[in-house]
Each structure stands twice: as C-alpha cells, then as structure tokens.
C-alpha cells in the first residue's frame, strides 16, 4: 500500500540550528502538506503546497519556515533559526485533489534544547 | 472566532457498545468533513469523508453523520472493541481554502 515517508524520525537541534524535515508523498498525489503538533496539542496546519508553489499558509509559517520540493519526489520542510517552540511532531501530508482524504506520515519528532 | 470542538474528555465504554463522539463548528461553511483516527505517536489515518450534501455514511462498524444546520457531526463505532482505543479527530476544509482544519481530538477507550 503506498505511503508517505518521513525522514528521520527524530531531530534533536540546538535552538538556533537550521534544521531540514524529509517527506517523500505518495507517487501520484499533487496537493503537499506539512502539519505540526505540539505534545498534547491538537493537529495544527503550517502549509499547503501544489503546482510548486504555496497554496496556503497559516500564521506559525512566518519567515523562519520554508518548503520546497527539489525534485519529483522529496517535499521538504526548513526552518532556518530554531527556537524552543518548535519542538512538535510534524507531519507531511498528500491528497490527490485537495478535497479528499489525507494520507499523512508517521511524523518526525523535533526537540530543540 | 472560528472553533472545531471535540470533546475533551476521555470516553470509556464497554466492548461490544456503540460509541458515539461528537464534533461542533462555528464560524466555518465546510464543504466536506472528515474523521481520522490518531495512536500516540504516530500520524492520523483517514477514515471517513462526508460532503455537505450527504447526511450519512458508512463504512463497516463505522458511520458519520453531517448536520450543516446544527454545524455538527457524529461518528459512531458500533460493536466497539478493545482495538479501537485510540484518539479520533474531525477535519473540515474551509470552503475555497488548501487545508483541512483538525479539531481537538477525542480519546476513547473501548473496556474489555
């Protein structure tokens, strides 16, 4: 069964490091989402990403975040200058079109100290 | 402001029972709804969609309801087992939108 992959699994960084999160989406999915969850928090959208460009971004994606899809199947998430509050699991996200289900990844666990 | 409620606290039933868990909206116009099913530690995995026009769904033990008048949905698990412990969140699009907005989740707990 295809599957969103997400790599590594768990990051730990310094706060102020620049740290890269690793989504490989399903192979025919067009639309990309990164989701973050703080601990005990609810499921929170950062970003949604189609046609190579950004279709939507909620106001955690400030200018320390970024995406990018390098090549025909990595969609990654940066985050330039790590601060504390970043550390979330977060979640890579696929949908075929925009308005069915979302098959999500396993997550990649970030602590910052 | 806009809300996705869920409810909070933990529901525990007993196995073999139908659990029903509920989820409210304000201020959104959804076009569809979704409910995912999350484990700790790992991500949310699609189980059901329900579109505006729909009032029902199901899909084996499970079944969504979608009431846009009273802005609510309800998921039910019937003959509910111990595997079915887990939290369950809603997700709705807002209409026009590239994202789908999650509710607090609801952790549930089937008793053997």
Redesign the interface.
Known sequence: EPE?TQTPSHQVTQMGQEVILRCVPISNHL?F?W?RQILG?????LV?F?NNEI??K?EIFDDQFSVERPDGSNFTLKIRSTKLEDSA?Y?C?SSVP??????????T?LTVV | SQKIEQNSEALNIQEGKTATLTCNYTNYSPAYLQWYRQDPGRGPVFLLLIRENEKEKRKERLKVTFDTTLKQSLFHITASQPADSATYLCALDNRGTYKYIFGTGTRLKVLA
Request: charge should be neutral; hydrophobic fraction near 30%.
């Open positions: 969103v639309y989402y989701y928090q609810k499921v929170e959208f949604s189609y279709s939507e909620s699991m979640f996200a925009r308005n069915t289900e979302a098959f999500f990844g396993q997550g666990r």
